[in-house]
């Protein structure tokens, strides 16, 4: 694999990873040959309920994950499309007797409450073949108070993406954003978004800050009152914010560069700036949930997403790294997107276990600037 170094200075959050276009993906994925056990040592014939992204992401996810899986072990996947808060809200209202998913991602910002709230299962990695492969910055996100829940899949950076025929000079760091020249074209995410508190991180970072100390998100928030009457938009999902740049609604916003290279690459006008002082992490992991009656099968099924077999090509659909540093991506991709050993070391992560039960606050003090 080739690994390139940082583009940035600093380091991510524990955020929602988004989801792609609106394709359903309710249906069952099945394997040609029925039962059995499979190849590699013994899972039985089973539906597995797997509650990820729709769009893109889920079709990629199906080629580079689920299909293998079917074809290996005869067992059947189901894939219940939705959004990190929707299936956390499904677990909790199932918890304690059979869960809505054996398998769920998740996304960090709603790691802290999926463990509080005991719908997720310990991992127990020693059943994972490939876990010592994993990147140990991103396994760290999803490792709540010494014990392991989560097992990444993948990453990307929240950043600036702007309109490559707005902007001549590509914009170099989280504050740019405020320049006003890109006045009544900047769009601007809630903070109940991703992007939206990747956002305010980045800000207070680049000032040197922590989003854990209150006079730091303080002087964020004025920051952000320079924006109240020069936001755009308020793009409150990933495919919104890409309708935004793409229709003109905004030039210039925080983005994962994912999505924005996906853009580029077809074609529209569409930059991505690593920020200097840092690019905020955005990581989507899998979880096992608690009382699941198939946990055999989802921990084979955790084994394909792992294996650097498989990954390169769910990246390869989505534009996103994926978390086995063992992997091997075409020229295009490394040579636009970070990734590897070392990769992450300089990421900005938001540390949502302190942060999430500031969150409604914070949200309505954004609410009274932008309305």
């Known amino acids: 694999m080739t690994s390139r170094s940082p583009r940035r200075t600093t380091r991510p959050l524990p955020r929602t990873l988004a989801a792609g276009a609106a394709l359903a993906l309710t249906g069952s994925l099945a394997a040609c040959s029925a039962g059995g056990d499979d190849a590699s040592g013994g899972a039985s014939?089973?539906?597995?309920?797997?509650?990820?992204?729709?769009?893109?992401?889920?079709?990629?996810?199906?080629k580079a994950f689920v299909e293998p899986f079917a074809e290996e072990t005869g067992a059947t996947v189901e894939l219940v499309p939705g959004s990190p808060a929707d299936w956390l809200t499904a677990l909790r209202t199932t918890k304690g007797g059979t869960p809505a998913y054996d398998v769920v991602a998740f996304t960090p910002n709603v790691i802290p409450s999926a463990v509080s709230a005991g719908v997720v299962a310990e991992l127990d990695t020693a059943r994972i073949e490939q876990f010592d492969q994993l990147n140990t910055v991103l396994a760290e996100q999803s490792n709540i108070a010494g014990t392991q829940y989560g097992l990444p899949l993948t990453v990307g950076s929240t950043g600036i993406a702007y309109r490559t025929d707005k902007?001549?000079?590509?914009?170099?760091?989280?504050?740019?954003?405020?320049?006003?020249?890109?006045?009544?074209?900047?769009?601007?995410?809630?903070?109940?978004?991703?992007?939206?508190?990747?956002?305010?991180?980045g800000l207070i970072n680049e000032a040197g800050g922590t989003i854990t100390d209150p006079a730091d998100v303080d002087a964020a928030f004025e920051q952000l009152e320079t924006l109240k009457d020069c936001a755009s938009t308020f793009p409150a999902d990933g495919t919104s914010v890409e309708t935004a740049l793409s229709n003109g609604d905004a030039w210039i916003a925080a983005h994962w560069d994912g999505r924005a290279f996906v853009q580029k690459n077809q074609g529209e006008p569409i930059g991505f700036a690593y920020p200097?002082?840092?690019?905020?992490?955005?990581?989507?992991?899998?979880?096992?949930?608690?009382?699941?009656?198939?946990?055999?099968?989802?921990?084979?099924?955790?084994?394909?997403?792992?294996?650097?077999?498989?990954?390169p090509?769910?990246?390869?659909?989505?534009?996103?790294?994926?978390?086995?540093?063992?992997?091997?991506?075409?020229?295009?991709?490394?040579?636009?997107?970070t990734s590897g050993p070392g990769a992450y070391d300089s990421f900005v992560w938001v540390d949502y276990e302190t942060i999430t039960p500031q969150l409604p606050d914070l949200q309505a003090r954004w609410q009274e600037i932008f309305g």
């Open 45 to 62: 014939d089973g539906t597995l309920k797997v509650a990820v992204y729709a769009g893109s992401w889920g079709e990629s996810f199906t």
């Open 167 to 201: 902007i001549e000079e590509p914009p170099t760091d989280w504050s740019d954003l405020l320049d006003p020249a890109y006045c009544g074209h900047v769009a601007v995410s809630p903070l109940t978004f991703n992007t939206g508190i990747e956002f305010v991180a």
């Open 276 to 311: 200097a002082s840092g690019s905020v992490g955005a990581l989507t992991s899998l979880f096992v949930t608690e009382g699941t009656e198939q946990e055999e099968l989802a921990y084979t099924f955790l084994d394909y997403v792992a294996s650097s077999d498989h990954q």
């Open 313 to 337: 090509v769910f990246s390869e659909g989505t534009w996103y790294a994926a978390s086995n540093d063992q992997n091997e991506y075409p020229a295009q991709f490394d040579g636009q997107i």
